[in-house]
């Protein structure tokens, strides 16, 4: 599987963002995929996931009711809607893929697009 996000940038405070992953390969529909973020100097950590039948999603309790994830298998695509965004949001966040339904580690990843909130 080989990932590709998109869709990040600059934003005001209270502002939203949509970030866009591409996925190619065959197993993509089939696998729990999320997406993480990394601040300067830190390790990447969780944001969110969403298993392969869209029918169980996950947060990091500081994105709760202000990120949804989902995805199109279809397209073979994943979204990142976020909103009420904060300074606090500023990272470079990533895409990834585990390589199975709903539980596993996440070893395909894309490259990373930098999300700037300013205040």
């Known amino acids: 599987v080989q990932l590709q996000a998109s869709g990040g940038g600059l934003v005001l405070a209270g502002g939203s963002l949509r970030l866009s992953c591409a996925a190619s390969g065959r197993t993509f529909s089939t696998n729990l995929v999320g997406w993480f973020r990394q601040f300067p100097g830190k390790e990447r950590e969780f944001v969110a996931s969403i298993n392969a039948g869209s029918t169980r999603t996950t947060y990091a309790d500081d994105v709760k009711g202000r990120f949804a994830i989902s995805r199109d298998n279809a397209k073979k695509m994943m979204y990142l809607q976020m909103s009420n965004l904060t300074p606090e949001d500023t990272a470079l966040y990533f895409c990834?893929?585990?390589?199975?339904?709903?539980?596993?580690?996440?070893?395909?990843w894309g490259r990373g697009t930098q999300v700037t909130v300013s205040s």
């Open positions: 990834a893929s585990a390589t199975s339904p709903n539980v596993g580690r996440f070893i395909y």
